[in-house]
């Protein structure tokens, strides 16, 4: 790569960081729960979401709440290329911003309650690995139960799962439910360190390995 291409790269990526900063202002300004960010998270948070999957011999990868692809851009470069990877994102426009980024991901704009329906569309019944960038700690609670339901139908029983939680958000009602149900569905729950390098710092929960009903 030569310093020309260099420079032109770090533009395209400067421009398209501020572009997403703007549109999760923007969109945290009419719809604070939904969003449930000021900014997309970093490339930090992002490595401690996508690092403990084991991708390389998934065949059915979900990503929930992918917003402008903040952890996408990660698990695509690690996916093996015969997997297939859907994308689950309720804002339309956050939709067609991550279907123009990434032509390997199947990006849906529909509730990630919908996951089961669109697992069936591609002769999947279940999820190896699912990435849940959702808001949990804004989201209200009969939500994040169908949502958490539909996880738990729709993941592999060795599948993985890893979502996030920001850390002053850590004692809200909803935040302290989803983490409550998570330990009590998967065999290993395991939180992460603080990750310092994302504003706001936040906590990546590992899960695996689904218990029977
Ligand atoms: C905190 S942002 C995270 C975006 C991205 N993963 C990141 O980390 O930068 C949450 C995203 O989840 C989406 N979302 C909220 N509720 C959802 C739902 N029920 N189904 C699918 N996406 C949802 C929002 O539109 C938003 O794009």
């Known amino acids: ?37 000021l900014f997309p998270s970093s490339r930090s ?23 402008t692809g903040a952890f996408t851009r990660l698990l695509v470069d690690q996916l093996p290329q015969s997997a297939l990877c859907l994308a689950l ?17 199947i990006v849906y704009n529909r509730s990630a309650e919908a996951l089961g329906a669109c ?29 958490l339901e539909a996880i738990f139908a729709n993941i592999q029983s060795y599948g993985m799962l890893t979502t996030f939680g920001y850390l ?3 004692d809200f009602p909803n935040a302290v439910n989803m983490r409550r149900i998570l330990r009590s569905r998967f065999a290993t729950f395991q939180p992460s360190q603080i990750i310092w390098k994302n504003v706001p710092p936040a906590i990546v929960y590992t ?4 218990h029977p009903k």
């Open 1 to 37: 790569m030569n310093l020309k291409t260099v420079n032109t790269t770090c533009t395209s990526q400067s421009r398209r960081t501020l572009l997403d900063c703007l549109l999760f202002l923007a969109a945290f300004v009419r719809q604070p729960g939904q969003i449930g960010a």
């Open 45 to 67: 948070l992002a490595t401690a979401m996508i690092q403990p999957l084991d991708l390389r011999h998934a065949e059915t990868v979900v990503e929930l709440g992918p917003g």
């Open 89 to 105: 994102e309720v804002d339309s426009a956050r939709s067609r911003v991550l279907q123009s980024r990434f032509q390997r991901v």
């Open 119 to 147: 697992l069936r569309r591609h002769g999947r019944r279940k999820a190896d690995c699912i990435i849940s960038g959702l808001p949990w700690a804004s989201m209200n609670l009969c939500a994040q139960s169908r949502i």
């Open 168 to 170: 002053h958000c850590r």
């Open 207 to 210: 899960c695996s390995s689904i």
